[in-house]
């Protein structure tokens, strides 16, 4: 009688912690991407939501713009002068469904593209140009960047 007891105990309480692991909470900023035994179902969010364990599975994705710093370059620019450049790039996601399916880290992607579009960009100008045309250079790798990312 005490198996059995023991084990009617331990099934509620699995039944139950089931349950529980159900519900997750999505806040206004973020979107959960769901699969349904691997394939994409939806898009969910914001507030409560209900993912069934096992069957189904979901992504977090942060909407808010992010700020990313890219780490510092050398970069050779075209009369041969040695630079090092940082940059800060602002970003975010509009599309979560294709951010989490079309891309395996969109975070590292666009941390990737960031630091190669700016070594190509400015090892095409010479020190001068750098240094006066900050600006139009920056407007250059900005709408490489979102040309790039639009996809």
């Given at each position: 009688m005490a198996a059995t007891q023991y084990f009617i105990v331990t099934s509620v309480v699995i039944i139950l912690l089931l349950l529980i692991s159900m519900f997750r909470i999505l806040r206004e900023y973020e979107r959960g991407v769901i699969f349904?035994?691997?394939?994409?179902?939806?898009?969910?969010?914001?507030?409560?939501?209900?993912?069934?364990?096992?069957?189904?599975?979901?992504?977090?994705?942060?909407?808010r713009?992010?700020?990313?710093?890219?780490?510092?370059?050398?970069?050779?620019?075209?009369?041969?002068?040695s630079v090092k450049v940082n940059a800060v790039i602002y970003f975010r996601v509009v599309d979560p469904e294709r951010a989490i399916i079309h891309v395996e880290n969109y975070l590292e992607a666009?941390?990737?593209?960031?630091?190669?579009?700016?070594?190509?960009?400015?090892?095409?100008?010479?020190?001068?140009?750098?240094?006066?045309?900050?600006?139009?250079?920056?407007?250059?790798?900005?709408?490489?960047?979102d040309k790039q990312t639009d996809a």
């Open positions: 349904l035994l691997g394939r994409f179902y939806r898009v969910k969010g914001p507030g409560l939501i209900i993912v069934i364990p096992v069957i189904q599975q979901m992504v977090r994705v942060d909407l713009t992010l700020v990313m710093d890219v780490p510092t370059q050398d970069v050779i620019s075209l009369d041969n002068v666009t941390s990737q593209l960031s630091q190669t579009t700016l070594r190509s960009v400015l090892g095409q100008h010479e020190l001068d140009d750098m240094l006066a045309e900050r600006d139009r250079l920056n407007a250059d790798i900005q709408q490489i960047l």
